[in-house]
Nanobody
Framework: QLQLVESGGGLVQPGGSLRLSCEAS????????IGWFRQAPGKEREGVSC????????QYADPVKGRFTVSSDDAKNTVYLQMNSLKPEDTAVYYC???????????????????????WGQGTQVTVSS
């Protein structure tokens, strides 16, 4: 059974940093792409970033480019989202999700449509406020 568990959220001041973790169980990252999404109150869920584990391919949404970095640790079967220079508008519940299994030849990922991501974590709250 595929399972994803996010952690690392919290309250941080504007300009601060957080690192979110997405630990996968029941499958190996090598066969999947992992996406990070967020949903703010009253807004639709949106893609933030994705990574094709073991292949290097990654994508970022325009609002987070240059501030967020996605990476994976195959030994720990975990994907990370390093978030720097956080802004109040980054406040949201952050989710990770898995897309796959994918061909071993596929070295890219996309953040949408959301329906291609079949397994989701429970989410972790990120609040950016002074």
């Amino acid at each position: 059974q595929l399972q994803l568990v996010e952690s690392g959220g919290g309250l941080v001041q504007p300009g601060g940093s957080l690192r979110l973790s997405c630990e996968a169980s029941g499958f190996t990252l090598d066969q999947y792409a992992i996406g990070w999404f967020r949903q703010a109150p009253g807004k639709e869920r949106e893609g933030v970033s994705c990574i094709r584990a073991n292949r290097g391919g990654a994508q970022y949404a325009d609002p987070v480019k240059g501030r967020f970095t996605v990476s994976s640790d195959d030994a720990k079967n975990t994907v990370y989202l390093q978030m720097n220079s956080l802004k109040p508008e980054d406040t949201a519940v952050y989710y990770c999700a898995a897309w796959g299994p994918l061909s071993s030849r596929q070295d890219w990922c996309v953040m949408g449509p959301l329906r291609i991501y079949g397994s989701w974590g429970q989410g972790t709250q990120v609040t950016v406020s002074s």
